[in-house]
């Protein structure tokens, strides 16, 4: 079985130019003038995984891929925020409300992508910022809930996001969330598929390291949803673990999921200390 691993890695994973040892390049991130938090010391929590400094996804990528995120108007994502800011207006069903009818203008959002995965304790559950965004459109709006990892979904996302730019990822762990970090935590270590492959062997053993022609970070989620050259469109922090999985030849969970909701918590809190930098662009 390791010996299948093993081999499964290796035939995957090729190792970078030593110029690139550590994966990660030097550059700052600015967004239009604001430095943000890109590598920093790994939180408590993550003192058994060998990795001490965490960072985004963005020193991985190509110089002009990186620029792209540094002047809001060069970046691509920013178009689906500004129709978000429609949505946001926009009175949909049969309470006859808009987000803005209760939430006044989108900065009342600010600071909550930072903490989000989040208990509710009403619910009694862990949400993402895609199960509360469609608690408010069913419950307060009474109009149909987006569809969980939609162009809609990303875009809202993205707008409550930015009002969190730079403020520092700080997801809770501990208390009633205990229990799903944890379960979060045995399927980021639970290999999967043919390959037999877990988030951590190519997220925490690998990254820096070059997997066909693309090169691997921490898997971290600040910068999401993200912008990808590849689609042309936003990408879900759900649809980038659905990717990730299949990669490995493995049947996935579903966007939204108990299971995916989960692995967002934890992954979110192996991040915990860097900026929330979303939309990121990614190749
Ligand atoms: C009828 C009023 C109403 C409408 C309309 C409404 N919400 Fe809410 N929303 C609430 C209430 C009440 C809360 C819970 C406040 C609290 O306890 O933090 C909330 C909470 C939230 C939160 C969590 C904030 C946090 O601090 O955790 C988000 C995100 C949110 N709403 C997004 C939206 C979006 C996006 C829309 C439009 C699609 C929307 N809401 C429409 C009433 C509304
Ligand atoms: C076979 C190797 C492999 C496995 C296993 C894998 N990934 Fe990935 N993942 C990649 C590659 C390659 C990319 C694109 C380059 C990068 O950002 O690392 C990527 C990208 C990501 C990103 C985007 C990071 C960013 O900054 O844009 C996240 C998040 C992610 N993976 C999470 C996961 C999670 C969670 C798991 C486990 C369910 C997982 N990955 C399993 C290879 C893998």
Redesign the pocket.
């Known amino acids: 079985m390791r010996y299948k691993t093993m081999t499964a890695v290796a035939a995957l994973v090729l190792s970078a130019p030593a110029a690139f040892a550590g994966g990660a390049d030097d550059d700052t991130l600015a967004i239009d003038g604001q430095e943000m938090v890109t590598k920093t010391t790994a939180p408590a929590h993550m003192e058994e995984t060998g990795i001490d400094t965490i960072m985004s996804g963005w020193h991985f990528r190509e110089d002009d891929t990186q620029s792209m995120q540094m002047d809001t108007f060069d970046n691509p994502g920013m178009i689906f925020v500004d129709q978000a800011m429609d949505?946001?207006n926009t009175v949909?069903g049969n309470?006859e409300?808009?987000?803005a009818?209760?939430?006044e203008g989108p900065e009342s959002?600010e600071?909550?992508r930072a903490?989000?995965p989040?208990w509710n304790e009403e619910a009694g559950e862990v949400r993402t910022?895609a199960m509360?965004?469609n608690?408010?459109?069913e419950t307060?709006?009474e109009?149909e809930p987006y569809k969980y990892d939609s162009a809609p979904m990303a875009a809202?996302e993205a707008l409550?996001s930015v009002q969190s730019r730079g403020m520092k990822v700080d997801v809770a762990i501990d208390g009633p969330a205990a229990d799903t970090w944890e379960q979060g935590k045995d399927l980021y270590y639970t290999r999967t598929g043919q390959l037999e492959l877990s988030c951590a062997n190519c997220h925490e053993d690998n990254y820096g390291n070059y997997i066909r022609a693309d090169h691997l970070s921490q898997g971290q989620i600040n910068g999401f949803p993200t912008y990808r050259l590849k689609n042309a469109r936003l990408n879900t922090a759900h649809g980038r673990f659905k990717g990730c999985v299949r990669d490995t030849r493995a049947e996935t969970y579903a966007p939204g999921s108990p299971e995916f909701v989960a692995l967002e918590l934890y992954v979110a809190s192996r991040g915990n200390g860097l900026s929330v930098e979303a939309p990121a662009v990614r190749n």
């Open positions: 949505a946001w949909e309470a409300k808009s987000c009818s209760c939430h959002m600071g909550v903490v989000y989040k910022l509360q965004i608690d408010c459109r307060q709006m109009a809202m409550i």
